[in-house]
């Protein structure tokens, strides 16, 4: 997911995608242990995709923008 596909979305719906890449990963760690998971990127993928939300998040609310 780009910085620009994230700066479209509104306020509630990045909460929305932060709380599913939450549960995500969840279920790609217990993949992992139990060596299910091909793709092991996809774990490092995901905590940059919340990292990308969660900071794009914040820039909203320093600068006061209220986006519904």
Not at 47 to 64: V, Y
Request: proline share 0%.
């Amino acid at each position: 997911m780009k910085a620009t596909e994230i700066r479209q979305m509104t306020t509630q719906e990045i909460r929305d995608r932060i709380a599913d890449y939450g549960d995500s990963i969840i279920h790609l760690h217990f993949k992992h242990a139990s060596a299910q998971l091909t793709n092991t990127a996809q774990l490092n993928d995901a905590r940059k995709d919340i990292a990308r939300l969660k900071t794009i998040l914040r820039e909203r609310e320093t600068s006061g923008e209220q986006q519904s």
